[in-house]
């Protein structure tokens, strides 16, 4: 018998409300919710996949350790916990708390029990030896949060549903449905701009989806975005002049140093290093001074490079001196039902408290830049990484270089990983602990109604039942967290890990709270009116309304105001002059691309994804293939400092010339990967040609885009 009931797509940060039909355990369908006030029936292809993953027949549902001989066998959930434990528990006892490191993959910030018990239990591990996703991804916006406002979460997201004017720069939100900006449906909600008589503009040095339904695109140079983003500044503040009625709701510092600081960043001087002309670089600066609301977006292009802070911080500042901070169709603040910020239960944030041992990195928040995670690895000595736990994540695949991790992995001398899948990074674990997908358990989402653009909260119940073998990923972790306190002797237990939580929880979580409980609790105590109970009566999801002004009153920064020029970033403009000049037009930069049908590196196991033209190709502007005496779908050799692969060339107009772009999330036909379709795609992952050397020397996030590389004919013998 059929029945449709509400869930969420928790695979990217759109958070897209789902109706989902199953006929006893089987997922028959799956479309867009059309109530869901946020995402308003919109879904993605990855979506429909969901069912794919639930049905996948490589995804584990149970334990496996390896034999002796590398294959693997199934273990029990209680031997695999106490065997874990216990290897964790020796490994410190005998090396220190830092001989054991963890990695965590970005997906763990799409589940709530994670939030609830995966952290507890890192905090449990208490090791300075902590990487994550965060680092070869958003760190920068994070880190200037933090310097600016004083939190790192205390991000302003654009007002979408009201701008007039938005300029987009090195993100495709087409694709991504925002990031660092949950707003599924971008695509409908830039129509409803234009009725609007608003327009979009795109700086991209490729003609993205984005960019293929904008106004106006223009091409950058990768890597000279803060080139660009200094000589607006130098519009708006020199030229134009900042107008004292436009900010004078805002609590700013800074601003007299600012204009010394973008006093000789004119468009003249950005025009030769970024490759668009100062006459565009000024005509820009000068519509986004004077629309009434408007608002510049930037996200992985300027955040993955070696300017990533300098280039965020900008945007920061280009939305402040306009007065489009806190303005309504500007940049505001969130107001979610659970806010993480006002509740104080998601930490501030540090920076640089401790240094990695080999490469001598800041940390920040507590993780160290992942780019060095193979140093501590191999590199011999007191802290040397022995023991590695890795959580919903493929470094392998994601990080800086990552075809060397593998091999530094197979010297641990233990490796656990909390996964669903044997990939190109769980293949090297001694143990595998599979969790169960989005559809199996319950869901809120408490990180991304922190960035959404409009306010709504929504929980959404399992729509199957999971296998009576298997375990939720808060069940994993409070086993792990039990099984840690028992090996070291020491019964702190799950409940003095959660020291930001009410101390109403207390009680529950000695009774093994699931996140549910755990939920139902900060919302009975939180401001708002609403609990488990009211939300279930409204499953599509409750609206809180738009996003709204009141910075002055939010602001959590010691000083009460935005800091317009903190130090640790603006000191960096001394390399940016030095770093940034115009280009040999000989030299070719790599950058990524992402895929509306792909999903970083753990989709392509759903043959309705895959399916179709390949997506995996290096794409080359026409003049650059003739002169590399190449025709498109030739085989050739992609060749960094870090590394070389072969590729398949593709012609295309949409890239910049002197620019390269190939895919990131490929590279699973490989030996031991047990993934049967990704395994038929014969494409090489972008990140072995990628370079853990280069970094954003303020942040330590890796510098995925602008990578120098040469494109050669394979020589066929």
Not at 367 to 388: K, N, S
Not at 625 to 653: I, N, P
């Amino acid at each position: 018998m059929t029945s449709t009931s509400h869930s969420v797509c928790n695979l990217c940060e759109a958070i897209c409300g789902l109706n989902v039909t199953v006929d006893g355990n089987r997922v028959i369908e799956i479309r867009g919710d059309r109530h869901d006030p946020l995402s308003r029936g919109h879904i993605c292809p990855k979506a429909t996949a969901l069912a794919d993953l639930h049905a996948d027949p490589d995804r584990l549902r149970t334990p496996i350790r390896k034999t002796a001989t590398g294959g693997w066998e199934p273990i029990s959930w209680k031997a695999a916990i106490e065997l874990v434990a216990g290897k964790i528990a020796s490994t410190q006892k005998q090396h220190g708390r830092n001989a054991v490191g963890l990695y965590l993959g970005n997906p763990n910030v799409h589940s709530l029990g994670f939030v609830t018990h995966g952290l507890p239990f890192v905090k449990a591990v208490g090791t300075r030896n902590t990487f994550s996703a965060t680092s070869a991804d958003q760190l920068p916006i994070q880190l200037v949060a933090h310097l600016m406002y004083g939190h790192q979460l205390q991000i302003p997201i654009p007002d979408l549903d009201h701008t007039d004017h938005l300029l987009i720069i090195g993100a495709n939100p087409v694709v991504s449905n925002g990031s660092m900006m949950t707003s599924p449906d971008f695509r409908s909600r830039m129509r409803e701009l234009r009725r609007r008589g608003g327009q979009l503009i795109v700086i991209d040095p490729r003609r993205t989806e984005t960019a293929a339904i904008a106004d106006t695109h223009h091409f950058i140079r990768p890597g000279t975005d803060a080139a660009f983003l200094m000589a607006m500044l130098h519009v708006l503040v020199h030229e134009r002049g900042v107008s004292p009625e436009r900010i004078e709701h805002l609590p700013l510092s800074g601003l007299d140093e600012l204009r010394t600081l973008c006093a000789t960043t004119t468009p003249e001087w950005a025009g030769p290093v970024t490759g668009i002309d100062a006459t565009d670089i000024r005509s820009m600066a000068t519509y986004f001074g004077t629309s009434p609301r408007a608002v510049i977006y930037g996200r992985m292009g300027v955040s993955t490079q070696r300017f990533g802070t300098l280039c965020q911080w900008a945007i920061q500042v280009i939305n402040a001196v306009t007065g489009n901070l806190d303005r309504v169709g500007g940049a505001l603040l969130t107001d979610p039902e659970i806010n993480l910020v006002d509740r104080k239960l998601s930490g501030r944030g540090h920076f640089d408290k401790w240094r990695s041992r080999v490469r001598d990195l800041p940390e920040f928040a507590g993780e160290l830049p992942v780019a060095t995670l193979i140093d501590e690895i191999v590199t011999e000595g007191a802290g040397q990484i022995r023991t590695l736990i890795t959580v919903a994540g493929n470094p392998v695949s994601s990080s800086p270089g990552g075809g060397h991790l593998g091999p530094a992995l197979d010297g641990l001398d233990f490796m656990v990983s909390i996964d669903f899948y044997v990939n190109e990074t769980t293949r090297h674990a001694d143990v595998i602990l599979p969790p169960t997908m989005i559809l199996e358990r319950d869901h809120y989402d408490l990180i991304f109604h922190q960035l959404a653009v409009r306010n709504t909260a929504r929980f959404s119940r399992a729509v199957v039942k999971k296998s009576t073998d298997a375990k939720h990923d808060w069940q994993i972790f409070a086993d792990l967290t039990r099984g840690l306190a028992r090996a070291r002797s020491a019964d702190t237990g799950l409940l003095q890990r959660l020291r930001r939580l009410p101390k109403q929880v207390v009680p529950t979580i000695r009774a093994k709270a699931s996140p549910r409980v755990l939920l139902d609790v900060l919302l009975h105590t939180g401001p708002g009116d609403l609990t488990i109970r009211k939300l279930l009566a409204t499953p599509s999801g409750h609206d809180l309304g738009p996003l709204r002004p009141g910075l002055a009153r939010k602001i959590v920064a010691a000083s009460g105001t935005v800091d317009l020029v903190p130090s640790l970033v603006t000191a960096d403009l001394a390399r940016m002059h030095t770093d940034l000049v115009a280009t040999a037009d000989h030299e070719l930069l790599l950058i990524g691309r992402r895929h509306l049908r792909s999903n970083n590196s753990w989709m392509n196991n759903s043959t309705r994804l895959t399916k179709g033209n390949p997506r995996h190709h290096l794409l080359m502007h026409p003049k650059d293939l003739a002169a590399g005496g190449l025709c498109s779908g030739d085989q050739a050799m992609l060749k960094s400092a870090a590394g070389s692969v072969e590729v398949t060339v593709a012609e295309s107009d949409s890239i910049m010339p002197g620019v390269v772009s190939l895919p990131h999330g490929f590279g699973q036909n490989q030996a031991g990967v047990r993934l049967a379709v990704a395994g038929l795609i014969e494409a090489p992952s972008v990140n072995d040609v990628t370079d853990p050397l280069r970094l954003d020397e303020i942040s330590g996030n890796a510098a995925l885009n602008g990578v120098p590389v040469t494109v050669s004919a394979t020589v066929t013998g």
